[in-house]
């Protein structure tokens, strides 16, 4: 992906967030509030049907979804915010499973397969490191769908709203960087790559392949 891409991917994540809190923080703008909690939704079906082999095919199953969608405005409208909730903590668990599931017996742990994409063979220490740093991610997703969930619930929308957009993402970039430093100091002959490398890697083995 070039510069360009990823700072338009940037900047369309920073205005989606913003645009989001705005909403979660001025109930008035309810109306703004469905649209956009719905729209991440929106886009993947789009997007789906664009990469299928079959894309004609697509159209009944999204036609019948917009129906839908605009039957339960009302409700959406009311009750945006739970909609971002179950998006945003949604999204957590489906990592933390995505990494859990690799670490049962017989399994490869996601994480040594990040590595052996990026500098095979492993030795035993490294295979044993990166299964450690599977579970840490695993841990790190749950507790960021725990900490969603207990804000949600508990704390004023504001609050909850300012976590999920503003500081998710920078501590998943900040357990990136923390995982770089431990793994420089516990596996100090392992040759390590550039830790945009690493970013690389987490992308291109979790994401859906079309």
């Known amino acids: ?33 469905a649209i956009l909690a719905v729209f991440p939704a929106v886009i993947l079906a789009v997007l789906l049907a664009l990469r299928s082999a079959h894309p004609v095919a697509w159209l009944v199953p999204v036609a019948l979804g917009g129906a839908g969608l605009w039957l339960l405005r009302k409700g959406i409208t009311d009750h945006y915010g739970l909609i971002y909730w179950v998006q945003h903590a949604g999204m957590q668990v489906l990592l933390c499973i995505t990494f859990a599931r690799t670490l049962f017996a017989g399994r490869q742990p996601l994480c040594t397969r990040f590595a052996e ?30 900490i969603s969930t207990l804000l949600f619930v508990f704390a004023p929308v504001s609050i909850w709203s300012f976590f999920d957009n503003f500081l998710v ?19 100090p002959d392992m040759k ?15 994401a859906p392949r079309g």
């Open 1 to 33: 992906m070039s510069v360009l891409r990823w700072l338009g991917v940037a900047a369309f994540l920073i205005a989606y967030s913003v645009g989001v809190h705005y909403t979660n923080s001025s109930p008035q703008h309810a109306e703004l509030g």
């Open 117 to 146: 994409s990026l500098h095979p063979p492993l030795s035993e220490a490294e295979k044993i490191y990166s299964r450690k740093v599977t579970v840490a991610w695993a841990v790190f997703f749950a507790l960021m769908a725990f």
């Open 169 to 187: 993402l920078p501590l998943v970039a900040l357990m990136f960087v923390v995982e770089y430093g431990v793994r420089r100091r516990a596996l």
């Open 192 to 206: 390590h790559m550039h830790i945009f490398d690493s970013v690389r890697a987490f992308r291109n083995t979790v």
